[in-house]
């Protein structure tokens, strides 16, 4: 099991040329791209409740937010009559059982994230789903040899645009807030950042939300998301933002 409340400590070579960056990585949509069995599962646990009519494009609404608001906000919107906590749970569950049957990491993030420990630096993963969920996918996906730092919107007060998650994660980093860069593609969580104090590098999952005024706080904020990024660029940009720090 990932270890959720050990800080991890990135022991930088003393010629890193990192300084005192620490990198603290969205999962859903930045690391991985898990949407479609979100998608699936919120569709699936709607369906069980008489609602059949929901779509991807629906489901975009709700990209950024944690799982337990998104679910919430289904309460409201449809007048769901079971309990949150037992929806959480119906969610939860098609979701892990989708999630460990196939889940695709982005290859350029997986370099960047290869690239960083090779380097010792400090990294942390901060995320609006369960823990479960979290430990499933970087096991799963292999991710979990380098990212042992986790954090889950359950376990704090607020999930984004709060910048709760974030800040949790630099604490137990033992990372000054200004010191550490988010990787987001959503505005909630470009809006987290900012809020956390930290610099951002946005990488868009929803193309059409690249205008969103939360995506103008980045420091680094690539429009063409997945497709635009690669883990050199963003180690170049790491490096000349720390050298100007």
Known sequence: MIGRARPSLGILDPM???????????LDGTLVDSEPNYFEAGRQTLAEQGITDFTWAEHERYVGISTRETVALWQERYGLRPPL????????RRYLELARAATHVYPEMRKFVELLAAEGASMAVASGSS??????????????????????????AHGKPAPDVFLEA??????????????????????????AGMRCIA????AAQ??????????????GGQGEFTAQAAYDWLTRSASAS
């Not at 630099?170 to 809020?195: K, S, T, Y």
Request: with cysteine; charged share 20%.
């Open 16 to 26: 890193s040329t990192l300084g005192r960056t620490s990198v603290i990585f969205d």
């Open 85 to 92: 906590e037992a929806l959480l749970a119906d969610m939860n």
């Open 131 to 156: 823990m479960a969920a979290i430990e499933a996918i970087l096991t799963g996906t292999g991710l979990a040899a380098h990212l042992t730092t986790v954090v889950s919107a359950d376990e704090v």
């Open 170 to 195: 630099a604490r137990r980093l033992e990372a000054d807030p200004a010191d550490c860069v988010v990787l987001e593609d959503a505005a909630p969580g470009a809006a987290a950042a900012h809020a």
């Open 203 to 206: 990488v868009p999952y929803v």
């Open 210 to 223: 690249a205008d969103d005024p939360a995506f103008a706080t980045a420091g680094l904020l690539l429009r």
